[in-house]
């Protein structure tokens, strides 16, 4: 059964595609320019932080995000769209 399968149980199936999280160790580890670097990729330049994912998580766990299904979304401030 596929996420777009006729016999739907009400199971969703989709993909969460984070960015760089410039946060905490990972953040404090990486140099000053490699982070400049990657702020000015993204059209949201700022960094990004775990709530972000998270609340992308919580959304389509919810009953709102019933008929979303089979998607791929990205939470990168734009990074893959090109800035």
């Not at 946060?23 to 960094?47: F, H």
């Not at 775990?50 to 990205?74: K, P, Y």
């Amino acid at each position: 059964m596929t996420s777009v399968s006729p016999d739907f149980l009400g199971v969703t199936v989709n993909t969460v595609l984070p960015g760089v999280v410039l946060y905490g160790l990972q953040s404090s580890r990486l140099p000053d320019a490699y982070k400049q670097m990657i702020l000015g990729m993204q059209c949201i330049a700022e960094p990004l932080g775990c709530d972000a994912i998270a609340n992308a998580v919580a959304f389509l766990c919810s009953e709102a995000a019933r008929f979303i299904t089979g998607q791929e979304l990205a939470i990168d401030g734009g990074l893959t769209h090109g800035g």
